[in-house]
């Protein structure tokens, strides 16, 4: 890996320079903000980023981007975290970096021309139609399905764990458009307005009480057939394109979060007087061991996505490593507390996936939070126990699993 520095200081400094121009004076972190206050600021920080050219770093100028090189967004990316300030909306993850580059990638003139000025202006939002109640971690078994007929896809399904999804007017859905076929095949990648009959969108309530995802049925909803990316039952490779995109600028934020995370509770225990404890200290230099081997991690991936090279089966380690990490973490942070972990608070900022956001308060409530939502971590975007088997399969060459789903979709359906 290539340990040395990403860009420049004079970038660096120019960026630094943009933050305290445009953030507040007393702004302390996305995470000392929520409810509409937080959705407030999201809103008028993206029309300042969009004012400088700042939503789509890495798109290219004649398409409205900033044009920046990979490693120019790598260091936007690590001053932006520092300071707690997001790089985008609540739905521009979804928008601009999937949808967005795989659009640049794989669609039509036609469909770059409609869609793209419409991400960046935010008229369109994105969410993401994967995941299905028995098609998570194995994405190729969906069962949602669509039909061409005449000028239009009839789809008709169920997607779940929906991010975002209350804030969009759009979704990108996989729909089995060829269920004979087996079943990584006969999958097409469609883009789906949400403004309509046949779609419903239901929150699902985390144990936090939040409304971060949501579930979304499809009853004979309706695409145009041009609204196709890539060809027609090839959506599974589409579909690896745009996660590929999930990845790589952040590569080295992960870490960062998970720093200050650390660092929140060395403060907590130095303020209860715990730190000549031999077990508090010998679980603070354990978490310190994991934060630093993410942090690698991170710079192994990092050094990959400067040199244009696609995540491999080998980002499964850090994501297996970052989410294993956070749940012992906030374990030991409540073991830490005790009981004071059962005193309810107002802020639920640290509740978000992954590391807490910068700014949140450091009480026992917000943490008590953080565990809670840890557990979610080793689920989504692919269980410990698939990364695990990625892992032995893909990087170590040991045998695979036997499996029983190599024919047809509908035949493997059955069960």
């Known amino acids: 890996m290539d340990l040395t520095p990403t860009t420049d200081d004079g970038f660096r400094a120019r960026i630094r320079t943009f933050l305290d121009e445009n953030l507040p004076a007393d702004f302390a972190g996305i995470g000392a903000l929520e409810g509409e206050e937080r959705q407030q600021f999201l809103e008028a920080w993206r029309q300042t980023l969009s004012d400088n050219n700042l939503l789509a770093l890495s798109w290219p100028a004649d398409v409205g981007g900033a044009g920046l090189s990979a490693a120019e967004t790598v260091t936007l990316h690590e001053e932006f975290a520092k300071r707690g300030a997001p790089t985008g909306g609540s739905n521009d993850a979804f928008g601009i970096s999937m949808l967005g580059n795989t659009l640049l990638a794989m669609g039509t003139e036609e469909q770059k021309a409609h869609f793209i000025p419409r991400i960046l202006s935010g008229e369109d939002r994105w969410c993401q139609g ?4 028995g098609a998570g971690s194995d994405l190729a078994g969906l069962g949602t399905k669509a039909m061409l007929d005449g000028d239009q896809w009839i789809i008709n ?34 883009l789906v307005p949400m403004d309509q009959p046949g779609v419903e969108l239901r929150p699902i309530t985390n144990i936090t009480g939040q409304d971060h995802f949501n579930e979304v049925f499809f009853t004979d909803a309706v695409c ?7 060809e027609v039952n090839n959506g599974w490779a589409v579909a690896n394109t745009l ?25 907590l225990c130095v303020k209860r007087e715990l730190t000549d404890d031999p ?46 990490h956070h749940s012992k973490t906030t374990n030991d942070i409540l073991n830490l507390i005790g009981p004071d972990a059962l005193i309810d608070g107002d802020n639920t900022t640290a509740a978000g996936l992954g590391a807490p956001d910068i700014g949140v308060p450091n009480n026992p409530a917000t943490l008590a939070y953080s565990f809670q939502m840890a557990r979610s971590g080793t689920i989504y975007a692919g269980t410990s126990q698939v990364q695990r088997n990625i892992i032995g399969e893909r990087v ?11 024919g047809p979709w509908n035949e493997y359906d059955k069960g």
């Open 224 to 230: 145009p057939a041009d609204h196709v990316v890539g």
């Open 279 to 324: 077990l508090v200290r010998q679980t603070l230099a354990e978490a310190h061991t994991r934060v630093e081997l993410l942090r690698y991690a991170g710079m192994r991936a990092l050094t990959n996505y400067l040199a244009g090279r696609p995540p491999g089966p080998e980002s499964s380690i850090f994501k297996l490593a970052w989410s294993e």
């Open 130 to 133: 994967y995941s299905e109640p």
């Open 157 to 190: 399904g169920q997607k779940i764990w929906t991010s975002a999804g209350q804030h969009a007017n759009w979704i990108f859905v996989l729909a089995r458009t060829a269920p004979d076929s087996p079943k990584h095949q006969g999958i097409t990648f469609l």
């Open 396 to 406: 170590l060459g040991l045998p695979k699993e036997p499996r029983a789903d190599a």
């Open 243 to 267: 996660l590929a995109n999930e990845r790589g600028a952040g590569a080295t934020v992960t870490p960062m979060r998970f720093r200050a995370e650390l660092d929140r509770l060395v403060e």
